[in-house]
T-cell receptor, first 116, second 115 residues
């Protein structure tokens, strides 16, 4: 199994530009999560999907951020327009259908975004 | 509002000694807790977990302790090895909140093992 795949691994862009981050979850996993890691706030959940349907987007910081999951094997996180304060590492994670014992999430390697 | 707190941003421990990483939480609805380990340029990977019905879970060199009354958990690594140098994240979930698939993470503790 290739694990969770994210692209690109690094993205450098200028303020005002549109940024699209991509994620391919582990096959068969029902849940997909987008996180942002910063020094001050650690790992913040932005949004997550269950069977391609957004369940909770309360962590999305502003309307500039949007996420889609058009099918079970692909998701995007878009920032438009981007700002320097969006610079962070963005992680995608997936997990199988949960049981009563709780769930383990499997993370991708992350995309390091730098907005100049 | 940081519901899961890791108040020590960094910790240095000599090889062979015990490493103790701490985590506090404020939400009494949390009923499942996990520790993740993260190496540079990689995503976090699951390490160990504990349900609120237990107060201890052990897996090899790693043991997690849960004190529900104090809303505190800790991760013990013994003996510590150089490969344990990483950032450790504490996470929590609640079955009553969107099921238990949603994890709330702390800010992480960077552990450095000194040879």
């Amino acid at each position: 199994d290739a694990g969770v795949i994210q692209s690109p691994r690094h993205e450098v862009t200028e303020m005002g530009q549109e940024v699209t981050l991509r994620c391919k979850p582990i096959s068969g996993h029902d849940y997909l999560f987008w996180y942002r890691q910063t020094m001050m706030r650690g790992l913040e959940l932005l949004i997550y999907f269950n069977n391609n349907v957004p369940i909770d987007d309360s962590g999305m910081p502003e309307d500039r951020f949007s996420a889609k999951m058009p099918n079970a094997s692909f998701s995007t996180l878009k920032i438009q327009p981007s700002e320097p304060r969006d610079s962070a590492v963005y992680f995608c994670a997936s997990s199988p259908k949960t049981g009563a014992a709780g769930n383990e999430q499997f993370f991708g390697p992350g995309t390091r975004l730098t907005v100049l | 509002d940081q519901q899961v707190k890791q108040n020590s941003p960094s910790l240095s421990v000599q090889e062979g000694r015990i490493s103790i990483l701490n985590c506090d939480y404020t939400n009494s609805m949390f009923d499942y807790f996990l520790w993740y380990k993260k190496y540079p340029a990689e995503g976090p990977t699951f390490l160990i977990s504990i349900s609120s019905i237990k107060d201890k879970n052990e897996d090899g060199r790693f043991t997690v302790f849960l004190n529900k009354s104090a809303k505190h958990l800790s991760l013990h690594i013994v003996p510590s090895q150089p490969g344990d140098s990483a950032v450790y994240f504490c996470a929590a979930s609640s079955i009553s909140n969107f099921g238990n698939e949603k994890l709330t993470f702390g800010t992480g503790t960077r552990l450095t093992i000194i040879p």
